[in-house]
Structures are given as structure tokens and as C-alpha cells.
């Protein structure tokens, strides 16, 4: 027996349904759909009406035991409905969890796994309710004024669609892993990642490669800023001072000859 088939047959026995009764949904006759409970695998367009039908992603499914973790738990997203290994607490708010720096490698390959997520730590905010949070760490000085050690918290978003030009973004890609960057859309396939520190320059990201989008809700600092700290963003805005006063000047020479 599979991993699959063995979610499979939980699934349907917790939903109450006969093997005869999820062939009727999935379309096949019932001593097809048998052997897929044993050792046969589903072909692609039946195993994508099994993880629709019941709201699993077909990476759970063929992955992961989902008898471990508390099913009844785990979020579901509104729209497309795939199963999203977000927890809730006994009153159903959501736990924060909190992605610490050393653990940024594992996300990568964990963040579709519930017994991973359910083994970062948690934190609560009574302010940030209704949606799915998430705190991931700042790294290098790219987003001042957000410092190395800090923490970005951010609101899973479903869609592509649902991200606007120029606000700031937890973006996890298969590639470039975690990073906090402002966006912007170039056509329906590539974003373009920005960072507010202009000695770094901006880099497109096909979508093909995003596996999560947060947008940002909050930051916790664990650093004090430092009013004598003046980073790269502050050069730029007293260059940029400068030039415009140089400019001005100009101008009323130029008036007054």
C-alpha cells in the first residue's frame, strides 16, 4: 500500500462514502477505482478530480500521511479550495508561525508539509485576524529600514492577481527561496522584485517559480534603530536633495540673466 492509497481510503471512509459512491463521483467503475485504494495510480485527470473532490493538494496526497495530523485543523483556502497547512488554535484563530533563519532551507521543502509547520514555533497577534499569517526573517539590509533579525509577518494571498504594484511582499520561489522585496507585474507571468535599497538592483521572477506570495501586514523589530544609522536609502534621499536645490539654482540664474 502507497502513501496515496492510503489517504485515499481514509478520506473516503471519514467522508462516510462507499466505494461504489466515489466511483459514481470520480466517473469510473467501481473495481477501477478499487485498485487505486491498493496498488494501481490513478492517471493524472482522475488523481486532480480526487484532490478537487476533496480539497487536498495532489502534493499531500501523494506525499504525505495526512492520518497524522488533525485534519479537521488545517485551513482550507476559499477559492480553489487545496488544502493549506495553515493551523488554527481551539478557538479557531490562526497561529502565527514563525519562521526562524536557521529553518529558511527547510521551508523550501516543508512548506506544503502540516507536521512541519506544526512544528515551527507560534506566536500570537489579537490585531491580526481573518486571514493566514506567517513570520518570516529579514536578511541582509536590502528593505531599510528593516534590519537583519527582524521579522516581516504577512497575509497569504491566493491569486497573482491579488498583488498591487509597488507594496512590499514575502515572496518564496523555488530558486531565490525567501525574500521580502516590493513588486511589480510585467504581464501575467513575471514579477518584477525590488528593493528599496537602491544598491541592489531589481530582478524578474517568472511565476512558474513562485510557490507562496505574503503580503505584508506588520514587522517586529528586535533591533533598535539607531537615529545615527544612515543607511543607503538616506545617501539617496540627500543626493537627490542636493540635486534638486542644484537645479533650482540654476533656474534663477538663468532667470535672472
Known amino acids: 500500500m502507497s502513501i ?23 466517473l469510473i467503475p467501481r473495481e477501477r477505482y478499487a485498485k487505486y485504494e491498493g496498488t494501481t495510480d490513478p492517471p493524472l485527470d482522475c488523481l486532480q478530480k480526487i484532490s478537487r473532490y476533496f480539497h487536498v493538494s495532489i ?22 479550495r487545496i488544502l493549506l497547512p495553515i493551523t488554527v488554535d481551539s478557538a479557531g484563530e490562526n497561529k502565527i508561525e514563525l519562521v526562524p533563519e536557521k529553518a529558511q532551507a527547510g521551508y523550501l521543502m516543508g512548506y506544503s508539509d502540516p507536521e512541519f509547520i506544526e512544528a515551527l514555533q507560534h506566536i500570537s497577534l489579537p490585531f491580526l485576524r481573518n486571514g493566514k499569517y506567517r513570520a518570516f526573517p529579514v536578511t541582509g539590509d536590502s528593505m531599510p529600514p528593516h534590519k537583519e533579525g527582524s521579522f516581516v509577518i504577512g497575509e497569504y494571498i491566493e491569486r497573482l492577481a491579488d498583488v498591487v504594484d509597488n507594496k512590499t511582499y514575502v515572496l518564496v520561489t523555488k530558486t531565490n527561496g525567501i525574500a521580502y522585496k516590493r513588486l511589480v507585474k510585467k504581464g501575467s507571468n513575471v514579477l518584477l522584485a525590488k528593493s528599496d535599497n537602491p ?19 506588520c514587522s517586529i523589530a528586535t533591533q533598535e534603530f539607531e537615529q545615527d544609522d544612515l543607511g543607503a536609502i538616506n545617501v539617496k534621499d540627500v543626493l537627490q536633495g542636493i540635486r534638486q536645490d542644484f537645479s533650482a539654482l540654476s533656474k534663477k540664474i538663468s532667470l535672472r540673466k
Open 4 to 26: 496515496f492509497s492510503d489517504n485515499l481510503r481514509y478520506l473516503r471512509v471519514k467522508s462516510g462514502m462507499t466505494q461504489q459512491k466515489l466511483a459514481d463521483v470520480l
Open 59 to 80: 502534493d499531500l496526497l501523494l506525499s504525505f500521511d495526512i492520518r497524522r495530523v488533525p485534519y479537521e485543523n488545517l485551513i482550507q483556502l476559499e477559492e480553489n
Open 199 to 217: 544598491i541592489y538592483d531589481p530582478y524578474e521572477v517568472n511565476t512558474s517559480e513562485v510557490l507562496e506570495i505574503w503580503r505584508y501586514a
